[in-house]
Structures are given as structure tokens and as C-alpha cells.
């Protein structure tokens, strides 16, 4: 299975809050671009005491190395994927998404 061949186009979008006349703040969603993927469904069976990996429901790999946990989500076909936790340390960057719908 390679890598590269799973990839797909996903729109990287970064959360800016914007204060609404009431003085709340609204999540306001800003496509960064798009950048190329590898989204897989997670494994139950791998026990992980991180309660981060625990609500995960899917893992990525991308080349993309300027992506943040806090803030970030990657969108595809209508399927929003939140970034919970990423690594950029080593060729790919690891990401852990939550399918939010």
C-alpha cells in the first residue's frame, strides 16, 4: 500500500473568531488552501493511553508541515475532519482527526 497513492485534495481551513454585535465570539472558518492527504479510518484494536488518540476517529498523513492542532480542520465531499492533535517531526507530518460531520 503506498502512501502517495491514498493521498486526495482536502481544503485546510483555520478557525478566526469574529466578535458578533452582542460581543460573542462566533468560529468563523477561512480556507487556507488545499493540501494533499492520506486519511485513514482508525484501528480500535491499538490500546493508547492518550486521551486525544481515544476520541480520534480517523489518522492522516500529509507533507504539509504548517498545521497546528489548535484551530485547524481539513474538509472533503462535505466530510469535516477536526484536527485534535498533530506531529510534524520526521518526513510526514501525523495527524489525529474527529469526524465532526
Known amino acids: 500500500m503506498s502512501i502517495n497513492r491514498d493521498m486526495k485534495e482536502y481544503t485546510l ?3 478566526e473568531p469574529v466578535r458578533t454585535p452582542s460581543g460573542a465570539e462566533k468560529a468563523s472558518w477561512v ?3 488545499t493540501i ?3 486519511v ?6 491499538k490500546v ?8 480520534s476517529t480517523h489518522t492522516g ?13 481539513l474538509v472533503r465531499d462535505k466530510v ?8 510534524t ?3 510526514l507530518t501525523n495527524l489525529l482527526l474527529k469526524v465532526v460531520r
Do not use: P
Not at 80 to 87: H, P
Open 61 to 73: 498523513l500529509t507533507h504539509h508541515k504548517d498545521i497546528d492542532s489548535d484551530g485547524y480542520r
Open 31 to 33: 480556507d487556507k488552501g
Open 13 to 15: 481551513q483555520h478557525n
Open 40 to 45: 485513514y479510518k482508525k484501528n480500535d484494536l
Open 89 to 91: 517531526e520526521g518526513r
Open 48 to 55: 493508547s493511553a492518550s486521551e486525544k488518540y481515544i476520541e
Open 80 to 87: 469535516i475532519y477536526e484536527i485534535t492533535d498533530c506531529n
Open 36 to 38: 494533499r492527504a492520506a
